[in-house]
């Protein structure tokens, strides 16, 4: 069983509702009630979409109360003439792409269509009620709470997982053995995907943003994330120990213990400029299975050089506090 929780959107959408109902009822709307079915279809879990919401309620609305009007008025209040305006009023808001406002614009038919008679007050009754509906939504969405907390904690906890990826991978290069399930990797993928949907969020919360700081830095883990899902098997299935193997645990020990949201890709990019010269000054493999092993680690290099090259492109994250590294 889901455990029952009330978040501040059930809040936002209990006390919108009450809030519309009441500013109907003070105004002696007839079917004053409705405000509060539009003001719940009008909280979105984001700004920008309570707006679009907003927007595609009142056009599909208005283009209900016209299609109401010329159907009714010329057959009659009638189930058969309701069905057909639908038939034709659907497909219209749908071209429109205004079909989210259906529901909304049904709710005005029906009180046209309760009412058996089309008038300036009948108008009049219902612009005040997609007024108070609609205006009280948006305005009860303009909260939202800030979520950079949230944002800062998926920071930190892909950083460990990343740091604790490249540890590992150096105690195998040097053991040769480990015990490694790479979890890991699949929570690193789980937290990336929740973090960029989080930080989506925070886009869609500010009017005049367009790209969010968090966003573009999960989106370049992300991209660092598919290149050590994609080296991983060739490293950690080396056939023997090579004298290479221990120059690149010891470049990932020292990277593992360094991952961080600032940019210092390249120190990192120049570190492993001297793991590129130290294994010029190696000597030739001896056998096979050498052949194979030190083959795997020239490609693993060149491949944390694409890393460290996609960290170095960032231009960094201000945090307001680092963790400790």
């Known amino acids: 069983m889901k455990k029952f929780s009330i978040g501040y959107r059930t809040l936002k959408t209990a006390f919108g509702a009450a809030i519309a109902i009441a500013i109907a009822q003070y105004f002696q709307l007839a079917s004053y009630a409705s405000a509060g079915i539009l003001t719940i279809l009008c909280v979105q879990p984001t ?4 707006l679009h919401a907003a927007y595609t309620r009142f056009v599909a609305s208005i283009i209900g109360m016209l299609y109401a009007f010329l159907s009714f008025e010329l057959f009659s209040y009638h189930p058969l003439t309701l069905a057909g305006m639908l038939i034709i009023f ?28 089309f008038s300036l007050a009948l108008v009049y009754n219902e612009f005040a009620l997609m007024a108070i509906g609609y205006g009280t939504g948006i305005a009860i969405n303009m909260y939202m709470p800030d979520i950079q907390k949230e944002l800062n904690y998926y920071r930190v906890k892909i950083e460990e997982l990343y740091s604790k990826i490249f540890l590992e991978i150096a105690n195998y290069l040097r053991e040769g053995d480990t015990l490694w399930d790479g979890q890991e990797i699949i929570e690193a993928i789980k937290a990336l995907n929740n973090a960029k949907s989080l930080a989506f969020k925070d886009v869609e919360n500010h009017f005049m943003r367009r790209k969010n700081d968090y966003y573009l830095y999960f989106d370049m883990r992300e991209q ?16 023997v120990i090579v004298q290479e193997g221990i120059i690149v645990a010891d470049f990932l020990q020292d990277l593992g213990k360094h991952v961080h949201s600032g940019n210092t890709a390249s120190h990192f990019r120049e570190k492993l400029e001297q793991v590129k010269r130290d294994f010029a000054q190696l000597p030739l493999p001896k056998n096979h299975e050498q052949f194979l092993a030190q083959a795997a680690l020239y490609q693993f290099i060149e491949e944390m050089d694409r890393y460290l090259e996609i960290k170095q492109s960032f231009k960094g994250l201000k945090v307001k506090k680092e963790r400790p590294q």
């Open 90 to 117: 659907i497909p219209t808001i749908v071209s429109l792409k205004v079909a989210d406002g259906f529901v909304s614009s049904a709710v005005i038919i029906m009180h046209i269509y309760a009412a058996k008679s």
């Open 224 to 239: 660092q994330l598919e290149i050590i899902d994609r080296v991983l098997p060739k490293i950690t299935a080396l056939p």
């Open 47 to 50: 700004k920008k979409k309570s």
